[in-house]
């Protein structure tokens, strides 16, 4: 399963407006793991930020002079995007400017949707935490997501951040990895101690109705905490 979490920084608020996307930042995850395969880009818009733009990301005209625009690299872009899950806090706003990108191309004319599965972590915070602020830092302060460099926003730095509160809030790993060979799996594999074939049979104890019960109910309060998401229920355990 490979998704990219992404997040973009803008001239200012409307597409509509003629306003357009300055920075893009991507973090791919294949099995809900971090490749380290990631798409940065800061981008020319020909066109002035708003300056109150300016004070949420800090990104400044004259920064912009000498960057490629959107249609040096939207091949690579798009490349980059087509047939992921691509995963965005309040993805209306992303998209609606990434449509309008593309809808400039003379050439590759499209829509995200045409290319991409999006998930909308707000959306799903908000199922999740009716009622509560679920803005990116309030998520980072609800799931001990570390986010004390992030004074001004930046459309890396803010993927990186909401890679980790995705998969913390779906319940995966976020820090320990025992995948690749010659890493942790392979030692682990080595320093297994093989036990002799003719030892006596190991007695087999079953689970007793009460805890065949609390299994279940726990299964049932993590189907619910993860809408419908929990793969051992899935998988018939």
Same mark, same amino acid.
């Given at each position: 399963?490979? /998704?990219?979490? +992404? ?16 920075? &893009?930042?991507?973090? =791919? +995850?294949?099995?809900? %793991?971090? !490749? ?13 930020? @708003? ?8 990104? !400044?005209?004259?920064?912009? /002079? ?20 691509? &995963? &965005?806090?309040?993805?209306?706003? @992303? ?5 309008? =990108?593309?809808?400039?191309?003379? *050439? ?14 707000? +959306? ?21 997501? @570390?986010? *004390? /460099?992030? =004074? ?6 803010? $993927?990186?951040?909401? $890679? ?5 809030? !779906?319940?995966?790993?976020?820090? +320990? ?23 006596? %049979? ?8 009460? =805890? ?7 299964? $049932?309060?993590? @189907? ?14």
């Amino acid at each position: 399963m490979r /998704q990219i979490v +992404l997040d973009t920084e803008t001239t200012g608020l409307e597409p509509a407006d003629g306003h357009r996307i300055i920075e &893009i930042g991507c973090v =791919e +995850l294949v099995n809900r %793991r971090r !490749t380290g395969n990631d798409f940065h880009q800061y981008l020319q818009p020909d066109r002035p930020i @708003d300056p109150g733009a300016v004070e949420v990301h800090g990104i !400044t005209d004259a920064f912009l /002079q000498d960057k490629p625009r959107f249609t040096d690299i939207a091949d690579d872009f798009l490349a980059y995007i087509r047939g992921a899950e691509l &995963i &965005i806090h309040n993805a209306a706003f @992303d998209i609606g400017f990434l449509d309008a =990108e593309l809808a400039r191309l003379a *050439s590759r004319r499209c829509a995200v949707s045409e290319l991409c599965q999006v998930l909308d972590t707000l +959306l799903h915070a908000r199922q999740r935490h009716p009622g509560q602020k679920n803005s990116l830092d309030a998520l980072c302060k609800r799931y001990e997501i @570390d986010n *004390s /460099q992030r =004074e001004k926003h930046g459309a890396l730095l803010d $993927a990186e951040i909401l $890679a980790d509160v995705y998969l913390a809030m !779906t319940g995966g790993q976020v820090t +320990l990895s025992l995948g690749g060979a010659g890493g942790v799996a392979r030692q682990v594999v080595e320093g297994l101690r093989r036990l002799p074939t003719d030892r006596p %049979r190991l007695r087999v104890i079953g689970a007793s109705h009460e =805890e065949r019960a609390a299994h279940a109910a726990r299964l $049932a309060a993590i @189907d619910a905490d993860s809408a419908g998401a929990c793969l051992w229920l899935q998988l018939g355990f």
